[in-house]
């Protein structure tokens, strides 16, 4: 049984639930509609300032968005213990991570495309620099946040304290993708600097946390 | 075991207080940042201290994933800790010294950025072994150390990379141009001292936890074998 | 029915089994073997390790003491899919229809065939179009598709966690005579039950727990290994 039959299953079997309830959809939309609103009334900004510190603000909302994303995805699995039939199965416990982190960046994509008008509209904002870049730091940077996120996820809901410790552990981790998200964004959108060695370090931030991740799941899954 | 650790503490304090007055009198006071320079014979070898510890925890975190021994776990546990600690004092040493040299507390430079981010990551790493007891407590914690770890270089060549538009303090004088041989000595004894002081640290957390360890397994014991301590109740 | 020489080798093999949580211990130093092709109750009172002895032959908890060998195999990793396991909880997804259930679950052991889920539903006594989602099923009608997932594979080992609690007596029944049938096919059963009355006449074996032992083994039937042998000679 390859790896990829068992990823798409699950994949598909994950976006069918999220499909029907909507739960973490609609958690992490209204919540990043939150942190949007309470910035923007928080700084009165001008269009010039709101393009220095847009960047920097979308992947804020973004992260704390995603935290409650990837919680819901992985409570689903301890809901009636599903999880444990999955462990006792013969299936790779790699094919579980990369299903999981596919669905949280689809999640997370779509949030992504919801709010991007959201910030053009309360933020005036206007890209000087070229586009492609913005949407390459979207999905270098979604990767990297969820990749992560994932695999903490699966950590935290073991735990005592479930979903309290996600943020904890993620965020520091997730601090030097962050600078350079947000460097891509903020040079990209003030025309200002190059964006490449921002994208450069993501892509490798991306690969290496994969690796990591693929590597170390089965023995965070079977941990008891 | 017992004698060579009574003579390791009686050597760190010796080694501490001669650093001591060396740093306080022994050396001489700096020319134009005057007496508080004087922090900088605690504050660079609390730095290197925590550099030590955290590559430690990291061994111990991959040693233990393989052979799962509860001792790796242990000293895991201790470095970390003891890394934390020291990573504390580094980080409220500086800015005492920032403040009348720099005029600021604190600024976004690239060392104390990393610094700071080198501790909330450490911080993290505590506060998951905390929250998962009784738990897959040491796999989780050795998983996530692991991260850490490899996640400290991103951080070191993102803040360099990424945070260059933040003013670089200028240091006065310039420590580096010509140190008195006398400054160069208690630097150098008390780096020395340190590290003991960190090693010993370590040491005493390590014990600590092993006790732990072994009372718990003791204990295990007792009711293994003594199947009618808790069944006639 | 299955090789005689397949029933040599036990199922299930403790060597000074014990598990350890904290200063606690759930299992103290099980040893015993467990023949193939038998039922074997496990009682005691709560908290006597009965869940911790399932979990931990399903693979899910690894003793801290002692050895244990599944189908004359040391690593677990490889027996997986000879195993079948049934929880207190019902480990399935309230979101999806019993048959997306089963579709899932079977996918996980390289079963791509609709048939596969369908055939474990109707074994149950369920139906396999009911488009329902299981979260709206009645208590017994989710611990049968529950008995459904764990026979999917077809194992050659069952354990079953109190498969009859809030079970009302005719599903219980049902339940019972097919877990006799599938005895009688050559599969290992565990039990784990409160209400041994359910399974009299079915059950090979009961084996007693007490505070994290194995205190008492009591044999209904004798094994099939021995009447062989007992046949064997006039």
């Known amino acids: ?224 | 075991m017992k004698s060579k650790f009574a003579i390791f503490a009686l050597l760190t304090f010796v080694l501490l207080s001669w650093g001591l007055y060396q740093a306080l009198v022994g050396a001489p006071t700096e020319a134009t940042m005057g007496q508080v320079q004087r922090i900088f014979y605690y504050h660079v070898p609390n730095a290197w201290v925590m550099e030590l510890c955290f590559p430690l925890n990291f061994l111990a975190s991959i040693i233990y994933l393989v052979n799962r021994k509860a001792a790796i776990d242990a000293f895991a546990v201790a470095t970390a800790e003891v890394g934390v600690v020291f990573c504390t004092v580094v980080l409220l040493t500086g800015p005492i010294w920032a403040r009348p040299v720099w005029g600021i507390w604190w600024t976004w430079d690239a060392r104390l950025t990393s610094t700071l981010v080198l501790w909330l990551i450490y911080v993290g790493y505590l506060m998951l072994r905390k929250l998962s007891t009784g738990g897959p407590n040491p796999v989780l914690a050795a998983s996530f150390a692991i991260f850490g770890c490899i996640d400290a270089v991103f951080v070191f060549m993102a803040i360099r990379w990424f945070r260059t538009q933040h003013p670089k303090p200028v240091f006065a004088g310039g420590a580096d141009s010509g140190i008195d041989p006398r400054m160069m000595h208690a630097f150098l004894i008390n780096l020395l001292a340190f590290t003991c002081y960190g090693a010993l640290l370590v040491w005493i957390r390590y014990s600590l936890e092993r006790t732990r360890q072994k009372v718990d397994e003791a204990h295990a014991m007792k009711s293994l074998l003594h199947q009618e301590a808790r069944s006639s109740r | 029915m299955i090789p005689s020489s397949e029933n040599q080798v036990p199922a299930v093999a403790l060597e000074q089994v014990s598990k350890l949580y904290g200063r606690f211990a759930a299992l103290r130093m099980l040893s015993g073997e467990f023949a193939a092709g038998r039922l074997y109750l496990i009682l005691g009172e709560n908290g006597a390790g009965k869940s911790t002895l399932l979990r931990v032959i399903a693979g899910l908890i690894h003793p801290s003491h002692g050895k244990l060998a599944i189908l004359d195999s040391g690593d677990l990793k490889t027996v997986r899919p000879q195993l079948g396991y049934m929880a207190h909880a019902s480990m399935l997804y309230d979101e999806l229809s019993g048959r997306e259930n089963l579709a899932y679950f079977a996918a996980l052991y390289g079963i791509r065939v609709q048939a596969t889920g369908d055939r474990a539903m109707r074994t149950v006594g369920l139906d396999p179009e009911l488009d329902r989602r299981v979260g709206q099923y009645s208590q017994g009608m989710r611990q049968r598709l529950s008995l459904a997932r764990a026979i999917l594979n077809d194992p050659r080992i069952l354990l079953l966690d109190e498969p009859f609690s809030n079970v009302d007596i005719g599903s219980a029944r049902d339940m019972t005579r097919l877990l006799g049938s599938m005895r009688d096919s050559g599969k290992t059963i565990f039990l784990v039950t409160h209400q041994p009355a359910l399974l009299e006449g079915v059950a090979d074996e009961s084996v007693y727990m007490s505070a994290g032992r194995i205190v008492e083994r009591v044999q209904h039937r004798a094994s099939s290994a021995t009447l062989q042998a007992a046949e064997a000679q006039p």
């Open chain 1, 1 to 224: 049984m390859s790896v990829l039959s068992v990823l798409r299953i699950t994949l598909a079997k994950d976006l069918r639930m999220e499909w029907r309830s909507k739960d973490a959809i609609n958690s992490m939309l209204f919540f990043a509609l939150l942190v949007v609103v309470i910035f923007s009334f928080s700084f009165d900004l001008t269009a010039d300032e709101s393009r220095q510190i847009a960047g920097g603000l979308i992947w804020v909302a973004l992260l704390f968005a995603a935290v409650v994303a990837l919680n819901q995805t992985w409570a689903r699995e301890l809901r009636n213990q599903v999880l444990d039939a999955y462990r006792v199965s013969p299936a790779p416990a790699e094919s579980l991570f990369l299903a999981k982190t596919i669905g949280n960046f689809l999640f997370v994509a779509i949030l992504e495309l919801l709010m991007t008008p959201l910030f053009i509209v309360f933020y005036n904002l206007r890209s000087i620099g070229p586009v492609y870049q913005l949407i390459l730091a979207s999905v270098l940077g979604n990767w990297a946040l969820v990749v992560n996120g994932t695999f903490f996820g699966a950590m935290s809901i073991r735990t005592r304290s479930r979903e309290v410790l996600l943020p904890l552990i993620l965020f520091p981790i997730s601090i030097p993708a962050l600078l350079a998200m947000v460097g891509a964004t903020t040079s990209t959108l003030t025309g200002e600097g190059s964006a490449h060695l921002s994208l450069v370090f993501l892509a490798v931030y991306d690969v290496v946390f994969t690796l990591l991740g693929l590597f170390l799941f089965e023995t965070v899954l079977q941990a008891e």
